[in-house]
């Protein structure tokens, strides 16, 4: 009896972080950032346009909390005006395969500024409204395409029992460089260990990673 009743107390304060908390922190943090970017936002937007030319922002359907689809928004990075990467079919039978190691097709060419944008995660930033809106949060598993979600293991689908993030756990432990295995092992501690501690500190790291551009895709 014990038992259940402190796994029951850690879920309560596990929704409490989550839906209370975190979501509070969500609006405030991108409210604030919003406004503090906005020159830069602009400025980022008029150079995209006389180095890149139109669209100004790529957007793609994402699988969200509890595999929700919601559009995710980001500047354009690609030569292209095509929808990045969704032309791609995979073909696994079981789930995604552990070694699989996520590559750009060669079709879909980086632009010039797109490289600088992508390096320093400028490109991310209109994810802002994403967070405002509550399609994600500043911290979670990266939101992944539709086209490799509907692979998923009973096991992978568990790191859709949070809201995606702007930068996550996976992120500022390899990043770019790890394998998906390795990237759903990452998201999978962090669901179960999710906490405002660990969003702190996740949340740093991103920061120098930012800053020095390490391990950009």
């Known amino acids: 009896m014990k038992k259940n009743k402190h796994k029951a107390l850690n879920q309560s304060n596990h929704y409490f972080y989550n839906r209370i908390g975190k979501r509070s922190a969500d609006i405030i943090g991108s409210i604030t950032l919003i406004i503090i970017l906005f020159p830069f936002i602009i400025l980022f937007s008029i150079i995209l346009v006389l180095f890149s030319g139109r669209p100004l922002f790529f957007r793609q359907i994402r699988s969200g909390l509890n595999d929700c689809p919601f559009t995710i928004w980001k500047f354009r990075t690609m030569k292209t005006e095509l929808i990045e990467y969704s032309d791609h ?41 994403n967070v405002l809106k509550g399609d994600m949060s500043f911290v979670g598993p990266r939101p992944e395409i539709v086209e490799i979600t509907i692979h998923y293991s009973s096991e992978q689908k568990k790191r859709l029992l949070v809201k995606p993030g702007i930068t996550g756990y996976a992120q500022v432990y390899g990043r770019s460089t790890i394998t998906y295995g390795e990237k759903i092992e990452r998201d999978l501690y962090y669901v179960q260990n999710c906490s405002f501690i660990l969003d702190f500190k996740i949340i740093i790291r991103s920061i120098g990673i930012v800053i020095t551009g390490k391990g950009a895709y």
């Open 89 to 129: 079919q995979y073909h696994w039978t079981k789930e995604v395969p552990k070694d699989f190691l996520f590559t750009k097709p060669e079709h879909l060419q980086v632009t010039r500024i797109g490289k600088i944008y992508r390096k320093f995660s400028v490109d991310e930033i209109p994810q802002l409204w």
